[in-house]
């Protein structure tokens, strides 16, 4: 049972244009979702993170949309440029449990110059 | 750098043998997470710990493997008789407190041959 998904395993975007990146979750436990990127060889990095009780936080150009009664969140970009073609995952977790992040499979982002 | 550290970055054992993987979270951090990520894969949790204590283990395989935090020293994470399965990217996490974001460590790549 895969908790939280990122049905995208890959997405191509032109340079300055708009990424989106989608992720569901199933356990209305959580309430604290993070985006993490990750480049090959590397840990992931955290990005940027929302609290159930917010629906949007923006972060220069990195904005976090939550719809809770969907279940789903997504991250935008934009503009995209070269430098985010990475792996990006979207992770949950619940503030009342032992911390622990549970992470999607992550999205393969590519934005071509 | 005052990052995650890991050790070794990359590490080979013979089935049947052990492997020792090491972490020293961030100065000031005194929560330690585990992951896993096997290839083509996301990043699954293994175990939470905090100083001396196992918060939650519910992700780390029943047997062969256990994972420490010492009072001084780095977290351990061991895997004894390694199979070819055991063959994956091994990331260590820390945070300043529960449920905040973590900050990953470059990981550590074990090949089982």
């Known amino acids: 049972d895969q908790q939280v998904k990122q049905n995208s395993p890959s997405l191509s975007v032109q340079e300055g244009r708009i990424s989106i990146l989608n992720c569901d979750y199933t356990n209305s436990m959580f309430d604290y979702f993070l985006w993490y990127k990750k480049y090959p060889a590397e840990g992931p990095t955290f990005l940027i993170s929302?609290?159930?009780?917010?629906d949007k936080n923006e972060d220069g150009r990195f904005t976090v949309f939550l719809n809770k009664s969907a279940k789903h969140l997504s991250l935008h970009i934009v503009p995209s440029q070269p430098g985010d073609s990475a792996v990006y995952f979207c992770?949950?977790?619940?503030?009342?449990?032992?911390?622990?992040?549970?992470f999607g499979d992550g999205t393969t982002l590519t934005v071509k110059p | 750098n005052a990052g995650v550290m890991q050790n070794p970055r990359h590490l080979v054992r013979r089935r049947g043998q052990e492997a020792r993987l090491r972490c020293s979270p961030m100065?000031?951090?005194?929560?330690v997470y585990w992951y896993r990520q096997l290839p083509e894969e996301g990043l699954k949790f293994m175990v939470y710990l905090q100083k001396e204590n196992i918060i939650d283990e519910s992700g780390m395989p029943k047997e062969r493997f256990s994972a420490e935090f010492p009072k001084e020293g780095p977290s351990i994470l061991r895997i004894q008789q390694v199979v070819r399965g055991d063959s994956a990217a091994y990331f260590c996490?820390?945070?300043?407190?529960?449920?905040?974001?973590?900050?990953f460590g470059p990981g550590t790549r074990l090949t089982v041959t």
């Open positions: 996490a820390s945070s300043s407190t529960q449920g905040n974001e973590q900050y």
């Open positions: 929302i609290s159930s009780i917010k």
């Open positions: 100065k000031g951090h005194s929560h």
């Open positions: 992770a949950a977790s619940a503030l009342e449990g032992a911390g622990k992040s549970t």
